[in-house]
């Protein structure tokens, strides 16, 4: 019997259909928010999300990507972007599992949902941040983890701690951070989210990005986007890369 599962979400987002369509459908746009995901602009096309292909393409109101994967499993996301009042649009996206194989007992059913529906949450506010603040800049992404899973919850609080984050910290709090490689001294950021899963930090020229793996037994791993003009990707991921990994810091 196949197993479903559905994560829905509708926000409304401070920019222009046309903007909001830059932003989820391109592979420049995917850069500023989400992760490295190039689309073939048309119905049939590829997208790098894993194995895609676009089922949806009508510009700038609806496009879906949909994986299929070994074991039975199928992924859909999909996008609706409507114009709304004072150049703003309404998004509604949604994720969509089929499974007809058997479930991987190394990662349950409920954990892969659990991270699922998290996960989305974090997406869709860095895309209103993303927007916001830095819509239609080019971006750098950089990606790094450990190297181990963790299923130890102290290990996050750690790293929030590197980061400054007192624990009484809340959204809107600002505070300086030293960021790896740069010269100078710290930057100034601002909290824009934090739950025990993730911390969202926006500085004048980046999203900083940090993911806990002990709540699903995964690598802790950062993905950042930078903005600033003269940002090295290569440089940039060998600095945050050592400093994620340097545990006794």
């Known amino acids: 019997m196949a197993r479903e599962f559905e994560v829905r979400r509708e926000q409304d987002l401070p920019a222009t259909p046309e903007q909001v369509w830059e932003a989820v459908a391109t592979g ?12 073939e602009p048309r119905v049939g096309g590829k997208a790098t999300r894993g194995d895609s292909t ?13 994986a299929t994967l070994d074991g039975g499993f199928s992924n859909t996301l999909s996008y609706h972007i409507e114009p709304a009042d004072g150049g ?17 007992d190394a990662w349950r059913w409920d954990d892969k949902s659990d991270a699922a529906e998290k996960h989305v949450d974090f997406y869709q ?24 899973p963790t299923a130890e919850p102290a290990d996050f609080a750690a790293l929030r701690r590197r980061l400054g ?26 909290v824009d989210w934090l739950s025990r899963d993730f911390v969202g930090l926006r500085g004048p020229e980046a999203l900083y ?13 950062l993905g950042h986007h930078l903005f600033a003009a003269d940002a090295d990707e290569e440089q940039a991921t060998k600095a945050w890369t050592a400093w994620l990994n340097d545990t006794q810091a």
């Open 165 to 190: 984050l007192a624990d009484d910290a809340a959204v809107g709090d600002r505070l300086p951070i030293h960021l790896p490689g740069a010269d100078g001294g710290p930057e100034e950021v601002v």
């Open 125 to 148: 506010h860095a895309l209103a941040e993303y927007l916001r603040h830095f819509a239609g800049r080019p971006a750098v992404y950089v990606r790094a983890q450990r190297p181990e």
């Open 54 to 66: 676009v089922v949806a393409w009508e510009p700038p109101r609806h496009f879906a990507v949909r």
């Open 28 to 39: 420049a746009g995917n850069l500023g928010w989400l992760y490295p995901m190039e689309v």
């Open 209 to 221: 990005r940090f993911f806990n793996g002990s709540t699903w037994n995964v690598p802790i791993w």
């Open 88 to 104: 703003t649009s309404h998004l509604r996206m949604g994720i969509h599992w089929v499974h007809t194989g058997v479930v991987d």
